[in-house]
């Protein structure tokens, strides 16, 4: 990444595509690999990313695991180096039973894992601002849980775009 | 005032180094403690961690170093942030004092 340059935080900002063909609700899977090998298929079939994209999530995932305890329950912010990635999106799950995933920064911890936010970034310093606002989310116990216990693929949607929507102005 | 140099580390350098570093940035200036704060993808830093004072890390660092690191979890998740954040806050403050006397 370099350094950060705060001096760069007035770049143009890009969308970073949340979308009703990016989600699914209440999958049921077994294993974290299912669910990356989903997600990214969705994302490669919408012309999100190129062919090597979900791959190369799963090779990352080994070396760099992306669990994350948050209060609510278990995330996962699956994603891989940018030269895979067409247009910027996140493609959302929520899980019906929950999968394991090895925990960001702690490889030998587990964390169970229901709500998965794959990230498909192109340029990270065009989609800092959105995409902070994102993972912002972990920490919103109220729009987390929402999202957790959303019945359709408009409903999650919805709650992402509201939460994004109630940081504007951070 | 000596100015406290930080790096921020992720894996790749994909954005969440970035998110933990803003977050950091921010806590400090309420304090206001005035750090230099940069991001640095895991596989660069044995290169460049002898510049920095302090290492914040989202994933494990292998480097072998004497210098003081903190994980870059709690600022993503929110758990266990507020006692990070007065962990790394002292620290600074620590490392400021002991470099002021330096001189």
């Known amino acids: ?170 | 005032m000596y100015k406290v140099k930080i790096v921020v580390v992720c894996g790749s350098g994909v954005a969440m180094a970035m998110h933990a570093a803003y977050k950091l940035r921010e806590y400090l200036e309420e304090e206001k403690l005035y750090v230099h704060i940069d991001g640095s993808g895991n596989n660069e830093l044995p290169g460049r961690i002898n510049a920095y004072d302090m290492v914040v890390s989202n994933s494990q660092v292998t480097v072998k170093t004497d210098k003081p690191i903190f994980s870059a979890i709690p600022l993503i998740t929110g758990v266990g942030e507020k006692e990070l954040v007065e962990k790394i806050i002292a620290k600074v403050r620590e490392i400021q004092e002991e470099k002021n006397s330096d001189k």
Do not use: C
């Open chain 1, 1 to 170: 990444m370099g350094n950060i340059n705060f001096n760069d935080e007035n770049v143009n900002q890009d969308e970073l595509s949340i979308e009703e063909h990016l989600i699914l609700v209440k999958e049921k899977v077994t294993s974290r690999e299912e669910i990356i090998r989903k997600l990214g298929n969705m994302l490669f079939e919408n012309g999100y990313v190129k062919n090597t994209y979900t791959q190369a999530v799963l090779d990352r995932e080994i070396e760099y695991p992306t669990g994350l305890q948050a209060r609510v329950t278990g995330v996962a912010i699956p994603h891989t180096d940018t030269e895979h990635v067409l247009i910027p999106a996140v493609a959302i799950a929520t899980l019906e039973n929950p999968v394991i995933f090895n925990g960001m920064g702690m490889p030998d911890t587990e964390v169970e894992v229901d709500t998965i936010l794959m990230l498909a970034i192109h340029n990270p310093k065009s989609v800092v601002s959105i995409l902070r606002k994102v993972i912002f989310i972990l920490e919103d116990d109220e729009a987390l849980t929402k999202m957790r216990f959303a019945k359709t693929k408009l409903e999650i949607k919805n709650i992402m775009t509201n939460h994004i929507r109630s940081l504007a102005n951070k």
